[in-house]
C-alpha cells in the first residue's frame, strides 16, 4: 500500500476520541512488516516495538507518539420527531457542521446529515449576522423516534462521514489527518529504519485521548518510560487571515518545534541530521508546552526528554482538513535518521545542562 | 435510476449540459420530437397533432452553485454563488471544480486562531476560497480559468425510511418526473420542457414558453420543507413524508384556480396525500411561464425537500411516488375532460 492508500485508510476509519479500538486492526497490518511486537495498555494506548540493536540487558527506549483519536460529537437527545441533538468530543466549530455527512454509531452505524433552520425563516440581518450555534443543531437520519431508538443510545458517538480526497501536488483532505497524518508518519518512519541501524529500541505509540486533554500520552508515556520521546502532530498551517507567526508554510517541510515542552538536545539533532540529509524542515516556535502529547511526556514518572515534529495542517478541527504528503514523507525520514544517530553519548548528555 | 443519476450529475445555471444530454439521451425515443432553443432549454413534445389543449410541464435543469471570480497569489480560489446560497453551509464542505470535476475543499480558519467575537458570526463571502492543493497563482492557472464553476460534492444515498439525500434535488426531482412521464400517452398535445437559468431568476421558462404557447403550464419543483425542530408547526411551509404540496400563492405567482381544483380533486378522488405551501416566499418558473403572451393559467405541484440549495438536502421517496402519480392522473382527467 502506497502512502497515498494508507493515509485514505488510516482518516476513513472511524476512532472518535474514547472509542479508538476500531482502528487498532489497521495499525497491526501497516505495522507489522516492520517492528517486533505489539502492545497494548490499559487505556488503549497502541504500540508497535521495534527492537534496536543495542546488547545491553535494559536497551535505550525512544517513543514516537501520535494520536489516533478524532474528534466527533456524541448522541445527547433524540427527539419525538426523531431528530437527535448532539454535543461535541473535542473543540469543533459549530459553523463548520450544517450540510455535514456523518455517521452514527449504534447497534449499527446509520448515515445522517447536520440541519438547521432554514434560511427562508430568518430575516436577512440574522443570516447575516449570526452564526449556527451548537444548540441549534441536529442530525436528521430519516429515522423516527421509535425506530431510531431501536438502533441508537444516549452517548453513542457520531464521526464526520467524508472521504479523503486527493488534490494536486500529494496534497490530501479529509477528516482527522489530526493526528492520522501523524501515525503515518510513524509508520513510514518505521520502514526507513529498516535500512539503517539504530541501537534504541523504538516504540511507536498511538495514542488514545488526545483531543480532549493528552490523556493517553499521560499513561503510555509512564508505562514505557522511555529515555525521551517525540510527539509527532499536526501545526497550524499558512492560508489567507492567519498570521504568520502562529503558522507555517505548507509544502515546505515538516516543522520542529521549539518551546518549554522541548528538550534542546533533541531539537538539535532533528535540526542537524534535516541539514546533513538536506531534508527541508520549518522551525515552530511555541510559547506554552500545552497543545500536543509532548506536554504529558515531558512530566510523566521522573520526567522524560521530549521533542515535537509537526506536519503543517491547513483548517484544523474541520472534515476537510489539508496536508502535503511530501511533509510527512520529510518528518519521516527526518526521524528515521535521526533515531539512528542516537547513541550512548547523546543519551548521557539529555541530564547534563 | 434517473433520479439518482440526475442528482449526481452537476449543471449550474447556464452550464446545463450534463444535465441536457443525460435527460435527452434517457428520453428521446419516448417523444415525437425534441430539440433545443437559443438559451438551451430541451423541449420534447408528443402527440403535437392532437385535439385538445396544449399542456407545458416544465421543470428546471439548473442547480445553484459557484463561480471562480479571483485567484489569489497563495493560487486559492475566491468565488461568488449562482443563485441563492446561504453562505453558512459552505464552510468544510468538498466541491467540484470545472469540467473535469477537480476536487477542491472550502476550509476555515481552525477554530484554535479563531477570536471568540469571530465565532458568533458567519463567515462571509470574502473570507471563503476553494483550495485545490496548489502553491501559487501560477500553479493554479493550469488547471483553472475565471469564470470556471464549482459544485457541491456530495453523491445520492438512501437513509432509513425511504429518506434519501443528495444535492439539486431543487428541482432534479421535477425533471426526472417529467422525464418518466415521457413513456406515456395522453390525448392531448404535451409538451416537457427541461428549462435553464430558474435560479438566477426564471430566465428559461418565459423563452420557452413564448416558443410553445401552451394553454395550460403545470411546473414541478422542489420547495422548502422546514419540518425541523425549534420550528413552530405553522412556519413549516411543507413537511416531508406527507406528499407533494401545492401552491396557492408565492412570489412570483398565483395559481389558476381552475387547475388547483382539478389537481385537489384528482388527489382526493385518489387517495394520494398532498399538501399546501404554506409560506408566500420564493418563486419559480411559474412566474415567468404564467406571464408569457397574453397569460397562461399556471400551477405549481413541488416535492418538500429539507435543507434545500445545501450541499446535502433530504426527500421522501414516497413523496415522490405521490407526486408523480398526482401529476399523471391529472394529465389523464386534463385530456378527457378539459381545465
New interface residues.
Partial sequence: MNSKELIKELCETTAVTGHEANIVPLLKSAFEDYVDDFQIDKLGNFAAVKKGSSNKEDPPKILLAAHMDEIGLMVKKIDENGFIKFSTVGGIDPRTLPGQKVKVHGKESITGIIGAMPPHLLSAEDMDSKAYKLDELYVDTGYSEEELKQIISIGDVISMDRELLSLHNDYVSGKALDDRAGVLMMIEAAKELQRLNHEIDVYFVATVQEEIGIKGAITSTYDIFPDLGIAIDVCHGLMPGVNSSEASKMNEGPTIALGPQVHQDIFALLKDEASKRSIPYQIETNNSPFGTDAAGMQIARSGVATALISIPLRYMHTSVELISLNDVKYGAQLLASSIAAIDDEFLEGLRCY | MLLEKLINATGISSREKEIRDLIREEIKDNVDEIYTDKMGNLIACKGKEKDGQKVMLAAHMDEVGLMITEI?S?G?LKFQSVGGI?K??L????VLVGEDKM????????????KKSE?????DFD?L?I?????SKK?AEK?VELGDVAVFS?EY?E?????V?GKAFDDRVGCSIIAELTEYDFDMPVYYVFTVQEEVGLRGAGVAAFDIAPDIALVLEGT?A??????KEH?Y?TSVGKGPALTLMDRTVIADKNILTGLIEVAEDNGIDYQFRR?D??GNDAGAISLSREGVPSAVISLPC???H???S?IDLDDYSKMSRLVKLYLERLARKGI
Avoid: F
Fill in positions: 489569489t497563495d486559492l446561504d453558512r453551509v464552510v468544510s464542505k468538498p476536487a477542491g475543499v472550502i476550509g476555515a480558519k481552525a477554530i484554535h486562531l479563531q465565532r458568533d458570526k458567519p463567515i473570507n476560497y483550495d485545490i492543493g496548489v502553491n500553479e488547471y456530495s444515498e437513509l432509513g425510511n425511504g429518506r439525500i422548502t422546514a419540518d425541523v425542530p425549534e420550528n412556519r411551509s409560506t416566499v420564493g429539507r435543507y434545500i445545501s450541499p446535502l433530504l
